[in-house]
């Protein structure tokens, strides 16, 4: 669907040099001469990689609509994914790599919203937070000030992660899928 680069909005999704592009920023530039620019920040949404890019405001271009379905995970097997569509139980295996680093917290079960472009995963959106058990945690420092001080631990799934002082081995806490960072004591 072609709209003018003025109506662009954070979010959308464009066609652009053969690839497809997600808008971060889009400023209005009207400089004192000539005629006024569309500046936007786009993002590769296959390769990650970033662009800035003036549309003159009259300019078109190709809005992309994607496809958003909630998608239950299955298994992670030789770097792909497999994710369950929950209306026609089809299956879809998505690489690792497009997930990213929140695919450590992926757990069997686990509802994602899976975005799609002609059948093709694009990203993986997980819950902000699981829980997850403490299988490892560094002893406290003597002399270490509580409120400041984190040790590092390290969770079921491998991953290390920064914990509080009071926070032992086999405690099962909540952590940020988005960075992996402690949030809180899980609530059992």
Request: net charge negative; charged share 30%; hydrophobic share 35%.
């Amino acid at each position: 669907m072609k709209i003018n680069a003025i109506d662009l909005k954070p979010g959308n999704v464009l066609e652009h040099q053969n690839k497809l592009w997600l808008v971060l920023k889009r400023e209005l530039v009207q400089p004192g001469k000539g005629g006024a620019f569309a500046q936007v920040e786009l993002r590769d949404l296959r390769g990650g990689s970033k662009l800035n890019e003036r549309f003159r405001t009259q300019e078109t271009v190709e809005r992309v609509r994607l496809d958003e379905k909630e998608m239950q995970f299955l298994f992670m097997e030789s770097g792909q994914a497999t994710f369950m569509d929950n209306d026609t139980y089809e299956q879809i295996a998505i690489p690792r790599e497009t997930i990213g680093d929140p695919a450590d917290f992926l757990r069997d079960g686990m509802v994602c919203n899976v975005m799609l472009h002609e059948g093709t995963a694009l990203s993986v959106e997980l819950p902000p937070s699981v829980v997850m058990t403490v299988v490892e945690a560094d002893p406290v420092v003597r002399g270490q000030t509580a409120s400041s001080s984190y040790k590092p631990g390290k969770l079921e799934n491998g991953r290390r992660v920064m914990i509080p002082p009071h926070i032992e081995a086999g405690t099962r806490i909540v952590v940020s899928t988005a960075d992996g960072s402690y949030v809180e004591r899980a609530k059992d």
